[in-house]
């Protein structure tokens, strides 16, 4: 087995090769990549029902069951947003700003960053969609999956080498880590010399494990405690079918809605939002309130407030003014993808201009919040801080950039 030093050294030198790939060969690459993928969808699918097995066997979830799956229309999706990938725009090579002083002249240039580490968990799409945007933005990708997806990515990423291969490009371009265990992750995200940019996607639990012991510079991706908010005023039509696509149109992502607040002068609407809520097998913990109006409500504790069920739950509870759905928010969220559901445009304005967060929406789902949607093709993560990137992070957010000086014999006095 190839070590981890060995795979980050191969990495960086394919790094130097890719950046100067012109546009034409990276999509020619991605292309072959779609279609190998989907060519060998068998071989993709059985190592996938391998690591779905074993999961049930070792009482995973099915919301975690979910996340892991794939099935023909997943992998037709997939390899859709890889063909879409290669249809946008490069965007390394930019001239972003270019000016004169006195005798230089000075470009300032997109660039990749060069070698990209990326570690996740149960979702074996993001193999994927993180080697695409990477191959398209001239960076190696570098991949650290969970144990629990080893089969489906050896067998993605065995495809998506070949497909390199039939291009003459560099194979490590892309790699997955060998080496298994929390010792090698650990040590993986230390890999300064290899590693130019580190991103997380996952649970709380491993974001925050990144955030504090990585040394390569990191963009946190985020868990998504995503809040709905129900306004005084509002279109009555919309609210309950925006509120179970949020929640239920799939429960096991991160643009999920995990809470909801009601404005006290529309509890009218409440028991409809419970019932349709319940309907769908969604468990309720709920205020005070909220419990008054149905027995089976579940009282809710503030750790319910700012918790990502990833699950069939979600907690609800009443505020009696829009200030304190946004101070609740605020304080509860994990600054993913926040909603409000008015038909006051005052009150739209003040809670898209007032909540913290990377996306936040008037009268529209959370579920919006993702590279696809975006029209970004994929994305490689929703970043939830403020640098380098915030949101959907498509091809644009995986460049930096350099200085280039022209000068004429040019030297400082």
């Known amino acids: 087995m190839v070590t981890m030093e060995e795979q980050g050294r191969l990495c960086k030198q394919a790094s130097y090769q890719l950046a100067q790939l012109p546009t034409e060969k990276k999509n020619e690459a991605l292309q072959c990549m779609a279609s190998l993928l989907w060519e060998k969808r068998e071989s993709i699918l059985e190592a996938n029902k391998k690591d779905v097995e074993a999961a049930r066997l070792s009482g995973r979830s099915e919301s975690f069951i979910d996340r892991l799956s794939l099935d023909e229309q997943r992998l037709a999706a997939i390899c859709e947003g890889v063909r879409q990938v290669a249809s946008l725009p490069d965007p390394c090579g930019h001239i972003l700003e270019e000016w004169d002083r006195g005798e230089l002249h000075l470009v300032k240039r997109s660039v990749p960053f060069g070698v990209i580490g990326i570690i996740y968990e149960a979702r074996p799409n993001v193999s994927v969609d993180a080697a695409s945007l990477c191959l398209k933005s001239g960076n190696v990708c570098f991949l650290r999956g969970s144990s629990e997806t080893m089969a489906s990515n050896q067998m993605l990423c065995k495809w998506m080498r070949a497909a390199l291969r039939q291009c003459n490009i560099d194979e490590n371009c892309i790699a997955l880590l060998q080496e298994s265990g929390h010792a090698a992750v650990d040590a993986f995200m230390k890999m300064r010399t290899y590693l130019d940019l580190l991103i997380p996607r996952g649970s709380a639990r491993l974001i925050k494990h990144c955030v ?202």
């Open 212 to 413: 504090e012991n990585a040394s390569v510079p990191i963009i946190e991706t985020g868990s998504g405690n995503c809040i709905l908010y129900v306004d005084r005023q509002v279109d009555e039509q919309e609210v309950i079918p925006i509120i179970l696509n949020a929640k239920c149109q799939r429960v096991s992502v991160c643009n999920a809605a995990e809470s909801l607040l009601i404005h006290r002068d529309r509890l009218d609407l409440l028991p409809s939002i419970l019932a349709a809520l319940k309907a769908n097998g969604v468990v309720i913990h709920g205020d005070e309130t909220i419990c008054l109006f149905d027995p089976e409500v579940i009282p809710a504790t503030e750790e319910d407030y700012a918790k990502e069920y990833l699950d069939y739950a979600i907690s609800v509870k009443c505020v009696d003014t829009l200030e304190e759905a946004i101070l609740h928010i605020n304080t509860h969220h994990t600054m993913h993808s926040d909603a409000i559901l008015s038909s006051d445009p005052v009150a739209v304005e003040t809670f898209l201009n007032q909540v913290d967060a990377a996306v936040v929406y008037a009268n529209a789902s959370t579920r919006f919040s993702d590279g696809f949607e975006f029209g970004f093709g994929a994305e490689i993560g929703i970043s939830t801080q403020k640098l380098h990137a915030r949101g959907p992070m498509g091809l644009r957010e995986l460049t930096t950039y350099k200085y280039q000086v022209y000068g004429k014999g040019s030297i400082r006095k």
